[in-house]
């Protein structure tokens, strides 16, 4: 196996602590401890971006990587911390039901990711290709965490994660999508944060509390 | 060109109007007046491209051909009467306390901006805008699902942005692998994810690539479309929301999202030879029409009724499209009309009911038709022309696609046949006493807006017996588009 020039290698362990974090959000309990592992996952991603933009000198990705640092590392985590702050949820320690099995099924999606990607990775012409396994597999366990979690900012932690996974699979796979589309996406999860921000409060004054078991009234054929 | 920019131009400038003044007492008649500006408009670009043909315009970043310009036209159309509808509907509600100027303020602000959104996603040529444009007419509507903030209405909404963020990042995905199939091809600069460049070169994109993107745009698009298993989200936001937003949502939001996967499907087919997309899209839609028909006898509110009669009948157009071939695909298209226009009559009608009744529940509606005549006909009317009944228009449409499906799928006949039974059997059932029987209902404190309703199905009788040349001509221009 030939030795992979260094900006691969940095790219393909930033691309393994994004697995990590992702594995790390699974089982972590404290929402706060959630928002921060979001925020280097943010960071990761621009750094690899970053990265990728140096070495192929694609100016559009350095806007990539700078709208991400913007929104992902220091806007939504801003606003996700505030949040808190004011709904005073601080200290909701979340029970995670049965969190080896969490990780088992975490364990089998991963694998099942890298599988899937194999056929497309070997098509792929870009320096970073053999990332696109880990970003789907990261999609994968943000899309595990959103169903296993049960209150409202976990899930949308979760949510965002999952952004940042297809965020990681376009940079790998095709250093990244055309810039209108690029700004469109950061705009709507912009306002999808806002908007769930509102909604927050207005489930805080429905419910008294962000948990939501509270929300399971309206069942199937009820 | 000058029209697709009025097109977008007239709902987003209505939009940031009914923004500031959306709570005075002629906003209803702005939201009216802009929708109406927007159907002219989209008339007129119904025209130019009837006459010239399909039109690429700034930059190739927007693309109308006869398949999307008759969408633009219905979504305009519906948008207008379903506005119109709204203004005594909102004002009842305002009498009865269930919304304040500072959420009619909302209400009116977003019903123009997921109008915008909505014609957006029609009028792309980039799928990549076509995602984004889907992404914010979910983030337009989701307020809207809470506006009256009851619990069910909140739980409504959360389950609608959390089951539709999710789908639609996987149609993100879809998107991002479709790109990375045409980047190769046509260079990773803007023109890769532009449709028409897409459709020039599908023949030499990448068929495994194609295929597992296809799947993740169908699952993502689908959870749009209420495609079981994905549909959870699709009853409750129906049902508890305003009136004029599940008429919106289901006779034009899922009619968009349709649009999008049918859009991917042509790209997909001319990539994989096998029909891989046709039978992913067959087994969808026979599921949810097989699924949606039995729920049907168990809901017990109005309006999740007919949210569940919106899957079954999503279903049935997406079978149809993925079954193809012209008279198929003539006939979806036929189907998404006469759906939208019967569909939000209905919604429109059972919101008066609802309004009079007090409540939602099947049950506690009663006599409609001793008290107000124009109401309870308008249920009956709309009921039996969704359910199939000549000489109604969706009696047209269904009927081709069943003998397609005898010629081409015979295979899922049978489940199509029994399905529209089950379905005729148990809303059937629902609705009569609600017409009839010891009236329980009272009077409104404004006259409800029956006119829209009426033309609705005076248009969808008219498509029944008689579909105008121009239009049949049309149908068939988008069919054979579709391929």
């Known amino acids: 196996m030939s030795a992979l020039p260094l900006h691969a290698q940095?790219?393909?362990?930033?691309?393994?602590?994004?697995?990590?974090?992702?594995?790390?959000?699974?089982?972590?309990?404290?929402?706060?401890?959630?928002?921060?592992?979001?925020?280097?996952?943010?960071?990761?991603?621009?750094?690899?971006?970053?990265?990728?933009?140096?070495?192929?000198?694609?100016?559009?990705?350095?806007?990539?990587?700078?709208?991400?640092?913007?929104?992902?590392?220091?806007?939504?985590?801003?606003?996700?911390?505030?949040?808190?702050?004011?709904?005073?949820?601080?200290?909701?320690?979340?029970?995670?039901?049965?969190?080896?099995?969490?990780m088992l099924i975490g364990i089998v999606l991963v694998v099942f990711s890298f599988n899937l990607a194999v056929p497309i990775s070997q098509l792929s012409g870009t320096i970073t290709r053999a990332t696109l396994g880990i970003a789907m597999a990261s999609v994968m366990l943000s899309f595990l965490m959103m169903i296993t979690r049960r209150k409202a900012i976990p899930q949308v932690i979760g949510f965002l994660s999952m952004e940042n996974g297809l965020f990681f699979a376009a940079t790998s796979a095709t250093y990244g999508m055309p810039m209108v589309v690029e700004l469109g996406i950061a705009l709507d999860v912009l306002v999808g944060v806002l908007i769930l921000g509102v909604f927050f409060f207005q489930i805080r004054e429905q419910f008294d509390s962000l948990d939501l078991q509270h929300l399971e009234k309206l069942q199937e054929g009820e | 060109m000058i029209e697709i920019l009025a097109v977008l131009g007239f709902p987003l400038a209505g939009a940031a109007a009914l923004a500031f003044t959306g709570a005075r007492r002629e906003a209803p008649a702005v939201n009216i007046a802009a929708s109406l500006a927007t159907l002219v408009a989209s008339l007129a670009l119904t025209a130019r491209v009837f006459v010239d043909g399909p039109l690429l315009a700034l930059d190739r970043q927007f693309f109308v051909d006869p398949f999307n310009v008759f969408l633009v036209a219905l979504t305009a159309f519906v948008g207008f009467t379903t506005a119109v509808f709204s203004r005594p509907y909102m004002r009842i509600e305002e009498r009865h306390g269930r919304v304040n100027a500072a959420r009619l303020r909302l209400y009116h602000s977003m019903y123009q901006l997921f109008q915008f959104t909505m014609l957006l996603a029609l009028l792309t040529n980039n799928l990549g805008i076509l995602w984004v444009a889907m992404e914010a007419a979910t983030l337009a509507t989701v307020l809207l699902v809470s506006l009256y903030r009851t619990p069910a209405s909140l739980e409504a909404a959360w389950k609608y942005f959390i089951l539709c963020g999710v789908g639609?990042?996987?149609?993100?995905?879809?998107?991002?692998?479709?790109?990375f199939a045409a980047e190769k091809l046509l260079g990773g600069g803007g023109g890769a994810l532009l449709w028409t460049a897409l459709d020039g070169v599908k023949g030499q994109l990448e068929p495994t690539v194609l295929s597992i993107a296809f799947v993740f745009l169908l699952v993502g698009y689908g959870t749009k479309v209420g495609l079981v298993p994905l549909h959870n989200w699709l009853p409750d936001a129906h049902a508890e929301g305003p009136t004029p937003v599940s008429a919106v949502l289901s006779g034009l939001l899922l009619n968009v999202a349709l649009y999008a996967v049918v859009r991917c499907k042509v790209l997909v087919d001319g990539a994989v030879a096998h029909g891989f997309a046709r039978d992913l899209m067959m087994g969808f839609g026979l599921l949810s029409v097989v699924v949606a028909a039995f729920l049907l006898a168990r809901q017990k509110d109005a309006k999740r009724l007919f949210a569940y009669s919106s899957i079954e009948h999503m279903g049935i157009m997406t079978f149809a499209f993925g079954m193809g071939g012209p008279v198929a695909n003539f006939a979806a298209l036929l189907h998404m009309t006469v759906h939208s226009l019967t569909k939000s009559a209905i919604f429109y009608t059972v919101g008066h009911a609802a309004q009079k009744a007090g409540t939602q529940v099947i049950e506690d509606i009663r006599g409609l038709l001793t008290l107000s005549p124009a109401i309870g006909w308008g249920l009956v009317l709309g009921t039996l022309a969704i359910l199939g009944m000549p000489p109604f228009g969706v009696f047209a449409s269904e009927f081709l696609i069943l003998t397609t499906a005898m010629n081409d799928a015979p295979w899922a006949t049978p489940f199509l046949l029994v399905a529209l039974g089950v379905a005729f059997a148990s809303v059937f059932a629902k609705v009569q006493p609600m017409v009839f029987g010891e009236p329980t209902t009272k009077r409104l404190p404004e006259r409800p807006a029956m006119v829209p309703v009426f033309v609705h199905l005076g248009l969808v009788l008219m498509l029944g017996l008689w579909i105008p040349p121009f239009l049949a001509e049309w149908y068939r221009q988008a069919a054979r588009l579709i391929g």
């Open chain 1, 10 to 102: 940095v790219i393909n362990l930033l691309a393994a602590i994004l697995l990590l974090l992702a594995f790390a959000m699974l089982t972590q309990r404290r929402v706060l401890s959630l928002i921060d592992l979001f925020a280097a996952q943010g960071l990761a991603l621009a750094v690899s971006t970053g990265i990728v933009a140096a070495y192929t000198g694609q100016a559009h990705l350095w806007w990539s990587a700078g709208i991400t640092l913007a929104l992902k590392v220091v806007a939504l985590p801003w606003i996700l911390h505030r949040l808190i702050r004011r709904l005073d949820v601080k200290w909701d320690v979340e029970r995670l039901v049965n969190v080896p099995t969490t």
């Open chain 2, 168 to 179: 639609i990042a996987q149609a993100l995905f879809g998107t991002i692998l479709l790109f």
